[in-house]
T-cell receptor, first 111, second 116 residues
Framework: DQQVKQNSPSLSVQEGRISILNCDYT??????FLWYKKYPAEGPTFLIS?????DKNEDGRFTVFLNKSAKHLSLHIVPSQPGDSAVYFC??????????FGTGTRLKVLA | GAGVSQSPRYKVAKRGQDVALRCDPI?????LFWYQQALGQGPEFLTY????????KSGLPSDRFFAERPEGSVSTLKIQRTQQEDSAVYLC??????????????FGPGTRLLVL
C-alpha cells in the first residue's frame, strides 16, 4: 500500500510557464513533507520542505502548498527553466527520521 | 563543503558474490541512512544509524543485508550472496541528527548495483 503517491509519471511545460507537481498521501500522521529533485546519475537533492503547521512555504521560484484536509501537496515552479528538467520526488515523515517517498514525476521544461 | 560521497559508483556482481558499498557522510552529521531505489520507484528506507548505533534496520529486505558504522562516521552496506533482485541504486543520506529540528536528509550520488 503506497502511502505517498505521485500519480503523474511525467509532465512537460513550456519554458517560462508554471510547473505544478502533485503529491497525495494517505497517512494522516505525516507532519513533515519534502520535495527532492533528481538528475540522472545523481542522488536526490533537497529542494524545499513544509511542516504540517503551515499551508505554504516559498523559496525563490519554488513554492510548496499543503492541503491537510485533502492530504495533498503540490510544488509550483515559476517561471520554469530548462535546468529544472529532472525527476521530482515528494517525501513525507511522521515526526521521525523515516521518509516515505513517492515514485517521482519526470518534469521536462521545453525551451 | 563536501557532500555525501559513495563508492563505488557502479558495481557489477555475479549472482552469489558478496559486495560492500561505502558511504562517507557530511562531516559532523550524526544521522546516517541507507535507501534502496529500484528502477522507476522512489527510494525505500533500509536502515538508520545515530552515530555508531544502528537504531532501525526494519527496511533491510533479508538477513543477507548488513550495515555498519563502527566509528560513527563512514558506513558500509554489505550484501552477501547477491541475487538478481538486489539490482538497484543504493543511496546513502546523512543529517545533522535529532534535536536539530526536522531532519533534512542530504543524499549521496548512489551506487548502482547490477547483479548478473
Amino acid at each position: 500500500d503506497q502511502q505517498v503517491k505521485q500519480n503523474s509519471p511525467s509532465l512537460s511545460v513550456q519554458e517560462g510557464r508554471i510547473s505544478i507537481l502533485n503529491c497525495d498521501y494517505t497517512n494522516s500522521m505525516f507532519d513533515y513533507f519534502l520535495w527532492y529533485k533528481k538528475y540522472p546519475a545523481e542522488g536526490p537533492t533537497f529542494l524545499i520542505s513544509i511542516s504540517s503547521i503551515k499551508d505554504k512555504n516559498e523559496d525563490g521560484r519554488f513554492t510548496v502548498f499543503l492541503n491537510k484536509s485533502a492530504k495533498h501537496l503540490s510544488l509550483h515552479i515559476v517561471p520554469s527553466q530548462p535546468g529544472d528538467s529532472a525527476v521530482y520526488f515528494c517525501a513525507a515523515s511522521s515526526g521521525t527520521y523515516k521518509y516515505i517517498f513517492g515514485t517521482g514525476t519526470r518534469l521536462k521544461v521545453l525551451a | 563543503g563536501a557532500g555525501v560521497s559513495q563508492s563505488p559508483r557502479y558495481k557489477v556482481a555475479k549472482r552469489g558474490q558478496d559486495v560492500a558499498l561505502r558511504c562517507d557522510p557530511i562531516s559532523g552529521h550524526v544521522s546516517l541512512f541507507w535507501y534502496q531505489q529500484a528502477l522507476g520507484q522512489g527510494p525505500e528506507f533500509l536502515t538508520y544509524f545515530q552515530n555508531e548505533a544502528q537504531l532501525d534496520k526494519s527496511g533491510l529486505p533479508s538477513d543477507r543485508f548488513f550495515a555498519e558504522r563502527p566509528e560513527g562516521s563512514v558506513s558500509t552496506l554489505k550484501i552477501q550472496r547477491t541475487q538478481q533482485e538486489d539490482s538497484a541504486v543504493y543511496l546513502c543520506a546523512s543529517s545533522l541528527g535529532p534535536g536539530q529540528g526536522m531532519e533534512t536528509q542530504y543524499f549521496g550520488p548512489g551506487t548502482r548495483l547490477l547483479v548478473l
